[in-house]
């Protein structure tokens, strides 16, 4: 959450944002670790599929499945009508 939008927005968006951060957080914390080392490879620390396969020592198709079954883990589990492209 960038902290210039968090103090510059009013208190019930501010409340939401910080309500969805700790949904979203809960979320990933009951992925399984691959899917979590995955989807913080690919969101934190920006890495494409095949620099993912290598850290991960799987292939870069198993990567991006990877990656697809946790967004729609996500998704499911956050109640979100589609996941995240």
Do not use: H, N
Request: with cysteine; charged share 20%; glycine share 4%.
């Amino acid at each position: 959450m960038a902290d210039g939008f968090a103090s510059g927005a009013d208190p019930c968006c501010r409340l939401c944002l910080t309500t969805f951060t700790t949904e979203v957080a809960a979320a990933v914390s009951q992925l399984p670790e691959r899917q979590r080392l995955v989807l913080f490879l690919r969101y934190y620390a920006d890495l494409d599929y095949d620099a993912i396969a290598k850290a991960l020592s799987i292939s870069s198709g198993t990567a991006g499945a990877t990656l697809t079954t946790a967004r729609a883990a996500l998704a499911q589990t956050l109640d979100l009508k589609e996941a995240m492209p």
